[in-house]
């Protein structure tokens, strides 16, 4: 799964880089440890690639409040288009989400030991996500989950699940700019695309905050 993340990025360079129209509701950065139920970068169509800010946790239409049921932060590859709350926006309403790296947790009796994993080459790593509003009472939220399948190589050592990572060749074909076939994408990066390192402990807490939270420590 994907829990947290960083990104650094600013707002004006994540338009340049996505050729996206930047709304007026996005979050500060940097933020070096983005949490679920807060407000994430997105880059979602509507007449053209947008980027606006989102609520990370995917609202299925029937929740009559938020937090009516389970926290959606991800969707699993191998169901999404199965599962009631996520088949319609796996058909029409796909994202990008962009960061630059995640974190994860491996676990020994004693606690719970954190990792970031970015992309190997330096580049910004971008997940793929899908939205959705969700609207009760007259009060409208833009949601998203991020997209997860099962993970291979290295990564499988530290979690069995890993974020759909897509190259900026994908990014039209997942946003269905490029026709159908989206569904080729999701699959685990390859061995060479993500590189990782422990992190500092503080991260445990979702109220850390700093640039510190993503350099690596000696182990």
Same mark, same amino acid.
């Given at each position: 799964?994907?829990?947290r993340f960083a990104?650094?990025?600013?707002?004006?360079?994540?338009?340049?880089?996505?050729?996206?129209?930047?709304?007026?509701?996005?979050?500060?950065?940097?933020?070096?440890?983005?949490?679920?139920?807060?407000?994430?970068?997105?880059?979602?169509?509507?007449?053209? *690639? !947008?980027?606006? +800010?989102?609520?990370?946790?995917?609202i299925p239409h /029937?929740?009559?409040?938020?937090? &009516? $049921?389970?926290? =959606?932060?991800?969707?699993?590859?191998?169901?999404?288009?199965?599962?009631?709350?996520?088949?319609?926006?796996?058909?029409?309403?796909?994202?990008?989400?962009?960061?630059?790296?995640?974190?994860?947790?491996?676990?020994?009796?004693?606690?719970?030991?954190?990792?970031?994993? *970015? !992309?190997?080459? +330096?580049?910004?790593?971008?997940?793929?996500?899908? /939205?959705?509003?969700?609207?009760? &009472? $007259?009060?409208? =939220?833009?949601?998203?989950?991020?997209?997860?399948?099962e993970a291979t190589?290295?990564?499988?050592?530290?979690?069995?699940?890993?974020?759909?990572?897509?190259?900026?060749?994908?990014?039209?074909?997942?946003?269905?700019?490029?026709?159908?076939?989206?569904?080729?994408?999701?699959?685990?990066?390859?061995?060479?695309?993500?590189?990782?390192?422990?992190?500092?402990?503080?991260?445990?807490?979702?109220?850390?905050?700093?640039?510190?939270?993503?350099?690596?420590?000696?182990?």
């Amino acid at each position: 799964m994907c829990g947290r993340f960083a990104v650094t990025l600013p707002p004006d360079a994540m338009a340049r880089l996505f050729e996206a129209v930047p709304g007026n509701d996005l979050p500060d950065v940097p933020n070096y440890n983005v949490c679920p139920t807060t407000q994430v970068h997105v880059v979602f169509g509507d007449e053209g *690639r !947008r980027l606006g +800010g989102m609520r990370w946790g995917f609202i299925p239409h /029937w929740y009559k409040a938020p937090n &009516d $049921g389970p926290l =959606l932060i991800n969707a699993r590859a191998e169901t999404i288009a199965d599962k009631p709350a996520f088949r319609a926006a796996c058909r029409s309403r796909r994202c990008l989400i962009p960061s630059d790296g995640f974190y994860e947790w491996t676990r020994t009796k004693e606690e719970k030991l954190p990792w970031f994993i *970015r !992309r190997a080459d +330096g580049e910004p790593l971008v997940m793929a996500g899908i /939205w959705q509003d969700w609207e009760r &009472d $007259g009060e409208t =939220l833009r949601t998203c989950a991020i997209v997860t399948t099962e993970a291979t190589g290295p990564m499988a050592e530290i979690h069995h699940r890993v974020p759909v990572i897509l190259d900026p060749a994908a990014w039209a074909l997942w946003l269905g700019e490029e026709g159908k076939g989206a569904a080729t994408l999701m699959q685990p990066p390859g061995d060479e695309v993500l590189a990782f390192h422990r992190v500092d402990k503080a991260v445990n807490s979702n109220r850390a905050s700093g640039p510190e939270l993503i350099e690596p420590i000696e182990v």
